[in-house]
């Protein structure tokens, strides 16, 4: 199996061959739509908002150093990664240059209703920024079973995913079931010999490209330049089952009242985005 790449399919076609089935895609184009497209870059960043800061691990970086960290990243001595800023609360002034943040494809997307937005489900739109050699630092599920929309604006990313159906070949932490124990960087097959039969999919995403991650799709990344992206998710009907029985496993391991309680609201959230969606109101 391959990921394939396309170039203005009708989201009509993207629903019924790609997302339906739940099969991953590079769209090549659909981020032209963003005034993003083609203007973000270290030195935009570095112009616009060199003193904004995020904090990773006990480290504070400011925007300045982190474009300087990762211009300067090799495969041998990467930059730490990702460095991620919430788009939302930390670089707001991006967000109108990210409509639609659906791109004409990622709709219905319920995370967009006042429903889901105040929820903490996950969900938040995010600026992802790695060098060379820089790789996230696992094999991994999203959690909630949102799909994944990765927008590639500056760079270029190594993906790799594995078909649905290689779960048991991929040892989920059993603490942790959305993550995987290997390295798929450097696996070792005495430990996790079940990986050989593993099928990873390798693929790269440019400057401009957009990767569909559909849910329920084991996935990791490998920075192979100065990268800049903007990942955002989606949560409709289709995933929905998914996102719920997250919602109750998530919360059920800090008490069993706040599982119900957060599970009640899901529920209704649900409800109100279907019947929304019914009278035609999302599109
Ligand atoms: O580094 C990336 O772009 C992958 C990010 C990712 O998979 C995640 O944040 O869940
Ligand atoms: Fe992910």
Known sequence: MQVQKVDNISYKDFMKEFYEPGIPLVFKNASKVWKANGLFSPDWFRENFSNRFIQKGDKTYTMREI???????????????????????????????????????????????????KGKWGGVTELFIGGPGGKFPYLHLDFYHMNAWINQLHGEKRFTVFPRGQEELLYPKADDPWRSDVNIFNPDYEKFPKY??????????????TLFIPFGTWHTAYSLTATISVAFDQLNRKNYPEFMNDVW?????????KAVAKYGYAWLAGQSCKIGEALGAYK
Do not use: C, H
């Open 249 to 257: 496993a998530f919360n059920k391991r800090q008490s069993k009242t």
């Open 196 to 209: 050989r039969e593993a099928t990873p999919i390798e693929f790269t995403v440019g400057p401009g490209e």
């Open 67 to 117: 474009m300087d960290l990762v211009e300067t990243s090799t495969e041998s001595k990467p930059a730490p990664y990702p460095f991620i800023f919430n788009i939302p609360s930390k670089l707001p002034e991006l967000l109108p240059l990210l409509e639609p943040l659906n791109l004409n494809y990622a709709t219905p997307n319920w995370l967009e209703t006042k429903w889901f937005k």
